[in-house]
């Protein structure tokens, strides 16, 4: 067997900082997977010493433990920057090759789903791994995990099984992946087997709130106010990131609109927000940017917008606001714009 492959992590890290480029997007991984930033003192788990520290003979009692309060921390929605990458050293220390290679996959669509690297990168890095090692668990791992970030869902979803047994944890990122493997080859199917994987891909999302594929595909998957749903959350997770205008869109089509209007949908977090910063900055002209949404037919994310701007009358400088556009505005926007300046 090869040296220990703790080179995962730094090579995948290397890759990231010189593919990222500007400042802001690095500072996100700048301290590789052994220096993991703590989480804040209320948490319930604390994170043990680093896998690279570890004595020469591996004690596996500890890793297993280590691994379990990574996943508890995930669990209550603790996505830290770099975790993912010490995930990955437990890992290969414990033998867990394949789960080993998922982690550090999963570092890399966690960047890439916050719009902090480029698709390409992602694949750039796992040949780097595929290239850089002769261990056949690795090579499998890999190759399987480039056919997945492909969207090869056929062989992707056959290799990651052979992978994954059912000793692993049912909400591990080796099993998302196979679930995404399910749902993506049978999207719009209502056999009982589909239903089965919808279920169980709907049971893990406790684990996967930050991350923003998670929701992605599920959008993808389901359809109507579920579909919308997940959509809405993708977008709460990165709303500048590669999914987000596709899930605008799959909120549109899921909620009554034609599929273009997507594009004017905000999320109600996003709502929220733009509100509070037009009230606390006092400049209503923040608010331009839901104007499309309001003109848009009734939808809940129209209704809710409309009650929240509505709320706002007796907010210096608003109504002002609100009457001048309803003027210089006409059809749908122009009512509902009248109906947000009455009291």
Do not use: H
Not at 3 to 24: I, P, R, W, Y
Not at 212 to 217: D, F, K, Q, S, V
Not at 225 to 246: L, T
């Amino acid at each position: 067997m090869e040296t220990k492959l703790n080179f995962f992590s730094l090579m995948l890290l290397m890759l990231m900082s010189l593919s990222c480029g500007v400042a802001e997007k690095r500072d996100i991984w700048e301290q590789g997977s052994s220096q993991v930033t703590k989480p804040a003192a209320s948490a319930k788990f604390a994170l043990t010493e680093s896998s690279s520290s570890l004595p020469e003979k591996i004690d596996l009692a500890s890793l297993y433990r280590s691994l379990d309060e990574l996943a508890e921390l995930e669990r209550t929605g603790a996505w830290i920057k770099g975790m993912a990458f010490r995930e990955s050293g437990l890992r290969e220390n414990a033998g867990d090759f394949a789960g080993a290679v998922a982690a550090a996959y999963k570092e890399l669509s966690w960047a890439y789903g916050l719009g902090s690297i480029q698709k390409d990168d992602t694949e750039k890095g796992l040949l780097n791994l595929l290239a850089s090692s002769k261990e056949s668990a690795v090579v499998s791992a890999v190759n399987a995990v480039i056919a997945f970030s492909r969207g090869d869902w056929n062989k992707a979803g056959n290799d990651l099984t052979a992978l994954f047994n059912e000793y692993d944890e049912p909400d591990c990122f080796g099993r998302w992946m196979t679930l995404v493997c399910s749902l993506e080859k049978n999207i719009g199917s209502q056999a009982e087997e589909d239903r089965r994987t919808a279920s169980a891909y709907r049971s893990i999302r406790a684990r996967y709130a930050p991350f923003p594929e998670y929701w992605y595909r599920g959008a993808r998957a389901f359809s109507g106010m579920i579909a919308a749903d997940y959509a809405e959350n993708c977008i709460n997770a990165s709303a500048q990131g590669p999914f987000a205008d596709e899930c605008r869109k799959i909120i549109a089509s899921n909620t009554g609109l034609k599929t273009e209007d997507g594009l004017s949908i905000k999320t109600k977090k996003e709502i929220d927000a733009l509100v509070a910063l037009s009230v606390n900055s006092g400049n209503p002209l923040i608010l331009d940017s839901l104007l499309p949404l309001i003109a848009l037919p009734d939808n809940p994310y129209t209704v809710y917008a409309v009650g929240v701007l509505k709320s706002l009358n007796g907010v210096t400088g608003f109504w002002e606001y609100f009457s001048g556009q309803a003027a210089a505005s006409s059809g749908r926007l122009a009512e509902r714009l009248t109906y947000i300046c009455r009291g």
